[in-house]
């Protein structure tokens, strides 16, 4: 047995050390230079996509971009408590759910409407609706899989984190023309923006009070990835029949809700949790890398305008939705 484990290890680290390399480079230029890691790390995987048809790095570049990334979608886990939740009350939590779900439902429709696959649709709807490119790769984990499926979600994870990026920017004076409070400022940056980083940095171009309320409404989108998840492979596996590729229920989901519930009661220290929500995000990373590796750039330009277009109109839906209920519902989200 230990043979056998030692055998597979040789056969992945050249692949796996090849997308870490990739990954620490990216984070490098976010770090130095500013900017989304996550594209960085989706262009420059790109750029080595020639070392996937090498069969010395193929194995580990496979495992890299769906056991690392399991791992990380686990991790992630360690960045939400129960209590945090609690703290913005039931009707911001309502707003959040109910913000996900129609936008993951309208979301469909609308890529529906553009052409798109059901798989790509509810892959594109559901990085919207709850964390971006975290999300985008968790919900593909569970999706019937396929060359095509795999080039659906680097367009995705592109598309939601430029979107985000753009949002971050765009976002705040918007909060303002609105004449937004900053708590109601936190509360629609945290609904609507994909990704962690960008919703903080928005927030906090507002106020402190606004970066800290987004950062937690933003935790209470994170909750909601596990069911999310698991309600979509449940669907696929179903709508599939007895050739499903998918799995009927996604096991790495429950690590993320272990290590969740682990850290709302306080068994993971402080300084633990940071330090694994550090590791899910550079695990993330490299997966993100992994995927760049495998994807030839010539295949990015044979699907035309339609994905980006319907990610631009599920990223306006979620806006509108929560901004409505935003400015109509001062009786009861905190105003």
């Not at 984070?27 to 996550?38: D, E, K, N, Q, T």
């Not at 990026?165 to 765009?170: C, L, P």
């Not at 993100?288 to 306006?316: H, I, N, R, S």
Request: glycine share 10%; charged share 10%; aromatic share 8%.
């Amino acid at each position: 047995m230990i043979k056998k484990y030692k055998e597979q290890a040789r056969a992945i680290a050249p692949g796996v050390l090849l997308c870490i390399t990739i990954g620490l480079a990216s984070l490098f230029i976010a770090s130095r230079y500013g900017g989304p890691v996550m594209l960085y790390a989706i262009l420059f995987g790109i750029a080595f996509n020639f070392m996937n048809d090498d069969a010395v790095t193929k194995p580990g570049v496979q495992f890299a971009s769906k056991r690392l990334l399991q791992l990380g979608v686990i991790l992630l886990g360690a960045s939400v408590t129960f209590t945090e939740i609690a703290e913005l009350g039931w009707a911001t939590a309502l707003l959040v759910t109910l913000g996900v779900a129609t936008t993951i439902l309208a979301g469909v429709v609308i890529g529906r409407s553009a052409g798109l696959t059901n798989a790509h649709s509810t892959l594109s709807a559901g990085a919207v609706a709850i964390c971006g490119a975290s999300a985008a790769m968790a919900i593909a984990s569970v999706l019937p899989q396929s060359k095509e499926n795999e080039r659906n979600l680097i367009l995705t994870v592109v598309g939601v984190t430029t979107l985000s990026t753009i949002a971050m920017v765009a976002y705040p004076p918007l909060t303002n023309l609105l004449g937004f409070t900053d708590l109601q400022s936190g509360v629609f940056l945290g609904a609507t923006i994909h990704d962690v980083a960008q919703v903080i940095g928005a927030g906090y171009i507002v106020s402190d009070e606004a970066g800290a309320v987004a950062a937690v409404v933003k935790l209470m989108r994170v909750t909601l990835l596990a069911p999310a998840v698991f309600i979509i492979a449940v669907l696929f596996s179903r709508s599939a029949g007895a050739d499903a590729t998918g799995r009927a229920f996604p096991v790495f989901l429950l690590g993320f809700a272990a290590l969740m519930a682990a850290n709302s009661i306080g068994v993971v220290p402080e300084n633990a949790s940071e330090a694994i929500a550090g590791a899910s995000r550079f695990f993330l990373v490299t997966a993100v890398c992994a995927l760049g590796v495998k994807t030839a750039l010539k295949d990015l330009f044979t699907v035309g305008p339609k994905p980006v277009a319907a990610l631009a109109l599920q990223t306006g839906w979620l806006a509108l939705f929560v901004g409505l209920a935003v400015a109509f519902g001062k009786g009861f989200l905190p105003h």
